[in-house]
C-alpha cells in the first residue's frame, strides 16, 4: 500500500482534519480502494470501541463518596435527612387522603341536603308534621330521633314562617328537617346529632346556599334558595335559641 | 461529551459548587476508564477518589484554557501510574512504537463485515490485550470521543504519539477480532 492518503485515513475518519483537506480525503476514497477500505474499517471499530468500552458503570456509592469529598461536612444529605422527608411526605400524603377524604364526605352530605331540600320542594307533602307552632313540631319528634333539639320562638314581626317538620336520613343516620317559609322561598333546617353527620360547609352555588355550624353536641345545616341573607338570619336566631 | 475549557472569565472565583457542577458528570468516564487502567473496580473506586481529591485541591490554582476533562484524565492517568498496579504495568507491557508499518488489506473487504458483527466481549477482549499505551488513547479518542488535543494533554504526549498509537491500538483491535472469528471457522464475506 503506497498511496500517499493513507496517512490521513485515520484523521479522517477522527475529523481531525482541516475542512479543505477533510475534503480533499473524502474525494480521494471515492476513487481508492484501499483507502476507503481502511476508512471504512476503522469506522466499524470506533463504533465497536466506542460501545465495548463502555463496560463499568460508576457504583451510586462513589457518587456519594465524591460528593462529600467535594462538600465536606454536612452538603451532602445524610441518610436520615432522605428518612425524614420520605416520613414527612407520608404524613402530608396520609393528611391530604383524609383531607380529601373528608371533604368527599362532606361535599357529599352537602349534596344529600340539597336533594332533601328539592324533594321537599317538589313534594305535595313536603312535611310530615304540619304545624306553625314549635310546640307541636318539637314533640312530634320525641320517639323518632335520640336527640332533641329546640326550635326557635319566632317574633311576630319575623319574616320567617315555621311550616312544619320531618324525619330525614342523612348517610344513613336519622335527623329533623324543619321547614320554614321567608316571603316566597322555603328554608329547610336540618338537624343531627354531631357525632353522626359533621362538617361545616358553607356554599353557595347558583341555586342554593347551605350553611352548617356545630351546637350542643348537634350538627345543623340550612339549606335554601332564598338569599344567603336569608340562610344566615336564620342559622343566627336557630343559635341564639340554642346557646346553653 | 464536548470538551470543558475553562476561560478567563469564569476562571475567577470558582469554588466546590463549579467544580461539583464541571466534575461529577465526568465521574463515569474516569470510573470505566480506572476500570480499564488497573483491571480491578475496587482499586478503579479508589483511584477515582485520590483523583478527585486532587483536583479538588487543585481546582483553585485551574488556569485559563485548560482543558478541564483531558486534566480531569490526567490525574487520574498520574495517579494510576504511580499506584503499585500503574508501576507494574509500566514496566512490563510497553511496546516498541518504533517500525509501525501499515497492513491494512486492500479493496472490499470481509474484516469490515467481521468487525461490524463481533459481539462486545469480543470487542473487549481485544480492548484488554492492549498494551496501556494504546489501550488509554484508544478508549480516551473513541469511548470518550476526545480530540487529539485533549488525548495528548491527558496523557501527556505529542499529538503524532496519539495518532500512531490510536492507528496501531485500532489495527490490533482489528487482527485479534479477524483471529478470532478464523478460529471460530467464521468463513470470509467477500462476494
Known amino acids: 500500500m503506497n498511496c500517499q492518503w493513507r496517512e490521513k485515513v485515520g484523521p479522517y475518519v477522527d475529523g481531525e482534519l482541516e475542512p479543505s483537506v477533510q475534503q480533499a480525503v473524502a474525494d480521494h476514497l471515492q476513487s481508492c480502494a484501499d483507502c476507503s477500505a481502511a476508512a471504512a474499517e476503522q469506522q466499524e471499530i470506533k463504533k465497536a470501541v466506542r460501545v465495548a468500552g463502555k463496560r463499568f458503570s460508576a457504583p451510586p456509592e462513589l457518587y456519594a463518596s465524591v460528593r462529600k469529598q467535594i462538600h465536606p461536612g454536612g452538603n451532602v444529605w445524610p441518610w436520615w435527612k432522605f428518612s425524614a422527608i420520605a416520613a414527612a411526605l407520608i404524613v402530608v400524603a396520609a393528611l391530604s387522603f383524609a383531607w380529601f377524604t373528608r371533604a368527599r364526605t362532606e361535599n357529599a352530605v352537602v349534596a344529600q341536603l340539597i336533594d332533601q331540600h328539592v324533594t321537599m320542594l317538589a313534594s305535595a307533602n313536603p312535611v310530615d308534621v304540619i304545624s306553625s307552632n314549635k310546640h307541636v313540631v318539637k314533640p312530634w319528634f320525641q320517639g323518632k330521633l335520640s336527640f332533641t333539639f329546640n326550635p326557635p320562638e319566632l317574633a311576630a314581626d319575623s319574616p320567617f314562617t315555621l311550616l312544619g317538620g320531618k324525619l330525614v336520613y342523612t348517610q344513613h343516620y336519622p335527623g329533623a328537617e324543619l321547614v320554614y317559609q321567608v316571603r316566597q322561598h322555603k328554608i329547610s333546617v336540618f338537624i343531627f346529632q354531631a357525632r353522626d353527620v359533621r362538617g361545616e360547609p358553607s356554599a353557595t352555588d347558583q341555586t342554593f346556599t347551605v350553611k352548617g355550624w356545630q351546637q350542643g353536641g348537634l350538627q345543623y345545616y340550612v339549606v335554601t334558595d332564598a338569599a344567603r341573607e336569608d340562610a344566615d338570619r336564620l342559622a343566627a336566631i336557630f343559635k341564639d335559641a340554642n346557646q346553653q | ?191
Open chain 2, 1 to 191: 461529551m464536548a470538551a470543558t475549557v475553562i476561560t478567563r472569565g469564569n476562571v475567577s472565583g470558582l469554588g466546590s459548587k463549579d467544580f461539583e457542577r464541571l466534575a461529577v458528570p465526568l465521574l463515569d468516564g474516569l470510573f470505566n476508564f480506572a476500570c480499564w487502567l488497573s483491571g480491578d473496580p475496587d482499586e478503579a473506586r479508589d483511584l477515582v477518589q485520590e483523583t478527585f481529591v486532587k483536583s479538588l485541591k487543585g481546582f483553585s490554582s485551574f488556569r485559563e484554557g485548560t482543558n478541564f476533562r483531558a486534566w480531569m484524565f490526567r490525574i487520574l492517568r498520574n495517579t494510576f501510574l504511580t499506584s503499585r498496579t500503574g508501576l507494574e504495568r509500566r514496566n512490563t507491557q510497553q511496546e516498541d512504537e518504533d517500525g509501525f508499518e501499515e497492513s491494512y488489506v486492500s479493496g472490499e473487504t470481509p474484516e469490515i463485515a467481521l468487525i461490524r458483527r463481533a459481539d462486545t466481549e469480543l470487542v473487549q477482549a481485544a480492548i484488554t490485550q492492549l498494551a496501556p499505551a494504546f489501550q488509554e488513547v484508544i478508549l480516551l479518542a473513541d469511548l470518550e470521543e476526545m480530540k487529539y488535543q485533549e488525548v495528548a494533554e491527558a496523557l501527556d504526549i505529542p499529538i503524532g504519539t496519539v495518532m500512531s498509537r490510536l492507528a496501531r491500538a485500532r489495527r490490533q483491535i482489528r487482527n485479534h477480532i479477524v483471529a478470532a472469528a478464523g478460529k471460530k471457522k467464521i468463513v470470509g464475506i467477500r462476494s
